[in-house]
Antibody
């Protein structure tokens, strides 16, 4: 059974960067692409982008173009999401998902002054 | 930018049928996925590729599409089905994915 374990809570200053990790286990890592999603407090789900494990091809939500980078490392079965130039409204729980069905537990990123 | 439109809330009594809709211009050409999210938890895949029920999801959950409208139906809703439900799909180019705004299902 695939399992995704994400990194712990992050607290960052406005203008800084954050990198969230998503460690996969229980399946062949190259089977699924990774999707990243976030959820601001009390709000709905927001798609951030997608990365192919096989060729690292990416597709980012237009809103985050230039500020987000999604990568994978097949040697460690880990996916990464880096978001730069953090703003207060980037405060959210960030999720990784392998394929459509397998999700991490979420990582809270808080952006403060 | 592409949008999927869901009703903010749906309310049914236990045992009744709940229908949650999702409207989007590209739905005739693109698959829709449905997720259930309970408070404080990660989303759970319920329906994929319009009509396929994910493993371990009860048979009372079903998906259907007609033109630009997708529907998640819960036949005989249970108290444990109270949650937020989100549809998910892509625009006609396949490059931009999006979630609907979510529907809060109340069973009481």
């Amino acid at each position: 059974q695939p399992q995704l374990v994400q990194s712990e809570t992050e607290v960052k200053k406005a203008g800084a960067s954050v990198k969230v990790t998503c460690k996969a286990s229980g399946y062949t890592f190259t089977t699924y692409s990774f999707t990243w999603v976030r959820q601001a407090p009390g709000q709905g789900l927001e798609w951030l982008g997608w990365v192919s494990v096989n060729n690292n091809k990416t597709n980012y939500a237009q809103k985050f173009q230039g500020r987000i980078m999604l990568t994978t490392d097949t040697s460690t079965s880990t996916a990464y999401m880096e978001l730069t130039s953090l703003r207060f409204d980037d405060t959210a729980v960030y999720y990784c998902a392998a394929g459509a069905a397998y999700w991490g537990q979420g990582t809270l990123v808080t952006v403060s002054s | 930018s592409y949008e999927l439109t869901q009703p903010p809330s749906v309310s049914v009594s236990p045992g009744q049928t709940a229908r949650i809709t999702c409207s989007g211009d590209a739905l005739p050409k693109k698959y829709v996925y449905w997720y259930q999210q309970k408070s404080g938890q990660a989303p759970v895949l319920v329906i994929y590729e319009d009509i396929k029920r994910h493993s371990a999801i009860p048979e009372r959950f079903s998906g259907s599409t007609s033109g630009t409208l997708a529907t998640l139906t819960i036949s005989g809703a249970q108290l444990e089905d109270e949650a937020d439900y989100y549809c998910y799909s892509t625009d006609s180019s396949g490059n931009q994915s999006v979630f609907g705004g979510g529907t809060k299902l109340t069973v009481l």
